[in-house]
């Protein structure tokens, strides 16, 4: 990790949204923890132009940010032959939206990974050579073979491992199911990478498997999503290039410490998306833990904290907990920075009114929580044939997204389920629906709006 300057490092903020209030006996607190990041994302690495091909193991001066693209060359690319040509016109049109000076690397993924620029295990500096040169290597590409994932993610950290920058991304594209390799290769790899590089997913078409795409992008801390048509891949490789060039800051860390007798029972975050963070605790000294949450760049995220303080008397009132973000010291030695922090407090009533008031932003992301939730269940339901429990779900879904105004979401919902009710979720199930909208619906469960403040 390399040191960041004053002027290069943007400006966090922490705020806690909660109800502190408990009955007497009461146990549980829970806080939506706002980060946000200013003053990032606009200026960019800086430009290196004409620097020559790196070799791998042979660390590079930061140039802030180096992009492995990972494009599916499998035999069902060819299928039809239009889809493998939008491939290529979509990394190409990536490959524009580099900022000059970022290190990048093409790789043809099969059941094998291959580096098909720079080539030789380098990485390039993105300059108008360079990026003419990799779109020249594009034309090379040609479908053919299986599909292995772990083998291409394991390609891409071992470049991106070689480049001395504060941003590592890749970029992933599949049609198909990860057939050439087990389920437990996927994960040893996705384990390894884990905190090494964020990545993004993408399925094109509608052969692949949302489970898997959505696990990695988990996993990489990136975003996952269907491209169902791939005449929309260039707009939506575009939209990711330019999304990675926005990121600033590198691997800040949410740390939470609590008191003694404080019980950590869930972090996880609630938007943009959904994504489960009390499993990924690593421990940072006496009774506090690191939660990643990747790279940023002008933007601001929501967290859920929930805590199980031990029972107090009314009147009594203790810190619950501490949150901070921190940015971990360089590779080369120093002190870890504290960017910003916020308080959890608890405090202990004998009034009714105030002790069971839900907080309208701890309530707004419960239901998002649960919306994203009900959805996965509805349509494993449906998969699995059971009517009445799919109906159920999925009718949930439907009135949860329509008290909280997710209106992107209601309007997935209503390719699968006719509505008859939103306000009491009374649906029926569509006796015909498109492959591409249930799996976008279930690609695009997690995704959350922001509570109105």
């Given at each position: 990790?390399a040191?960041?300057?004053?002027?290069s490092?943007?400006q966090?903020s922490?705020?806690?949204?909660?109800?502190e209030?408990l009955?007497e006996?009461?146990?549980?607190?829970?806080?939506?923890?706002?980060?946000?990041s200013?003053?990032?994302?606009?200026?960019?690495g800086?430009?290196?132009?004409?620097?020559?091909p790196?070799?791998?193991?042979?660390?590079?001066?930061?140039?802030n940010?180096?992009?492995?693209?990972?494009?599916d060359?499998?035999?069902?690319m060819?299928?039809?032959p239009?889809?493998?040509?939008?491939?290529?016109d979509?990394t190409?049109?990536?490959i524009d939206?580099?900022?000059d000076?970022?290190?990048?690397?093409v790789?043809a993924?099969?059941?094998?990974a291959?580096?098909?620029?720079?080539?030789?295990?380098?990485?390039a500096?993105?300059?108008?050579?360079?990026k003419a040169q990799?779109?020249q290597?594009?034309?090379?590409?040609?479908?053919?073979?299986?599909?292995?994932?772990?083998?291409?993610l394991r390609?891409?950290?071992r470049?991106?491992?070689?480049?001395?920058?504060?941003i590592r991304?890749?970029?992933l594209?599949?049609?198909?199911?990860?057939?050439h390799?087990?389920p437990?290769?996927?994960?040893?790899?996705?384990?390894?990478?884990?905190?090494?590089?964020?990545?993004d997913?993408?399925g094109?078409?509608?052969?692949?498997?949302?489970k898997e795409?959505?696990a990695?992008?988990?996993?990489?801390?990136g975003?996952?999503?269907i491209?169902?048509d791939?005449?929309?891949?260039?707009a939506?490789?575009?939209?990711?290039?330019e999304?990675?060039?926005?990121k600033?800051?590198?691997?800040?860390?949410?740390r939470l410490?609590?008191?003694?007798?404080?019980?950590?029972?869930?972090?996880k975050?609630?938007?943009?998306?959904?994504?489960?963070?009390?499993?990924?605790?690593?421990?940072?000294?006496?009774?506090?833990?690191d939660y990643p949450?990747?790279s940023?760049g002008?933007?601001s995220?929501d967290?859920?904290?929930?805590v199980?303080?031990p029972e107090?008397?009314v009147?009594?009132?203790?810190?619950?907990?501490?949150?901070?973000?921190?940015?971990?010291p360089p590779?080369?030695?120093?002190?870890?920075?504290?960017?910003?922090?916020?308080?959890?407090?608890?405090v202990?009533?004998d009034?009714?009114?105030?002790?069971t008031?839900?907080n309208?932003?701890?309530?707004h992301y419960?239901g998002?929580?649960?919306?994203?939730?009900?959805?996965?269940?509805g349509?494993?339901?449906?998969?699995?044939?059971?009517?009445?429990?799919?109906?159920?779900?999925?009718?949930?879904a439907?009135?949860?997204?329509?008290?909280?105004?997710?209106?992107?979401?209601?309007k997935?919902?209503?390719?699968?389920v006719d509505v008859?009710d939103?306000?009491?979720?009374?649906v029926r199930?569509?006796?015909?629906?498109a492959e591409?909208?249930?799996?976008?619906?279930?690609t695009r469960?997690t995704?959350?709006?922001?509570?109105?403040k």
């Amino acid at each position: 990790m390399a040191n960041f300057s004053k002027s290069s490092v943007p400006q966090f903020s922490v705020e806690v949204y909660q109800n502190e209030y408990l009955p007497e006996g009461g146990r549980d607190v829970n806080a939506i923890v706002t980060v946000t990041s200013t003053g990032g994302g606009t200026t960019g690495g800086v430009p290196l132009a004409g620097r020559a091909p790196v070799d791998a193991g042979t660390p590079v001066q930061s140039t802030n940010a180096a992009v492995v693209l990972m494009v599916d060359c499998s035999g069902s690319m060819d299928y039809p032959p239009t889809k493998m040509r939008n491939a290529r016109d979509a990394t190409a049109a990536a490959i524009d939206t580099l900022r000059d000076g970022t290190l990048f690397a093409v790789v043809a993924g099969t059941h094998v990974a291959k580096d098909v620029y720079p080539g030789d295990g380098r990485l390039a500096t993105a300059d108008p050579g360079t990026k003419a040169q990799a779109k020249q290597s594009l034309r090379r590409l040609s479908a053919g073979g299986g599909t292995a994932i772990g083998t291409w993610l394991r390609l891409a950290d071992r470049l991106l491992g070689a480049a001395d920058v504060d941003i590592r991304h890749g970029i992933l594209l599949t049609d198909g199911r990860n057939e050439h390799e087990s389920p437990e290769d996927l994960r040893a790899a996705l384990d390894s990478c884990a905190g090494r590089f964020t990545c993004d997913a993408r399925g094109v078409g509608t052969d692949w498997e949302v489970k898997e795409v959505t696990a990695i992008a988990s996993a990489l801390l990136g975003t996952a999503d269907i491209v169902a048509d791939p005449a929309g891949l260039a707009a939506d490789f575009t939209q990711m290039m330019e999304n990675a060039m926005g990121k600033e800051v590198a691997d800040v860390v949410l740390r939470l410490w609590t008191p003694v007798g404080v019980e950590i029972v869930f972090v996880k975050q609630v938007a943009p998306t959904v994504a489960e963070l009390t499993g990924r605790r690593t421990e940072a000294g006496p009774r506090a833990g690191d939660y990643p949450t990747g790279s940023w760049g002008d933007e601001s995220r929501d967290y859920h904290v929930c805590v199980r303080v031990p029972e107090a008397g009314v009147g009594q009132e203790m810190l619950a907990a501490r949150v901070s973000l921190i940015l971990p010291p360089p590779s080369g030695g120093g002190s870890p920075q504290t960017l910003s922090q916020g308080l959890v407090r608890a405090v202990w009533t004998d009034d009714m009114a105030a002790s069971t008031s839900i907080n309208p932003q701890v309530a707004h992301y419960t239901g998002q929580a649960e919306l994203a939730q009900v959805i996965q269940q509805g349509l494993d339901a449906r998969k699995s044939g059971d009517s009445d429990g799919a109906t159920a779900k999925l009718g949930r879904a439907v009135q949860l997204a329509s008290a909280s105004g997710n209106a992107d979401t209601a309007k997935l919902l209503s390719k699968v389920v006719d509505v008859v009710d939103a306000a009491t979720g009374t649906v029926r199930l569509k006796a015909r629906v498109a492959e591409a909208d249930e799996m976008t619906l279930e690609t695009r469960s997690t995704k959350t709006v922001r509570v109105k403040k």
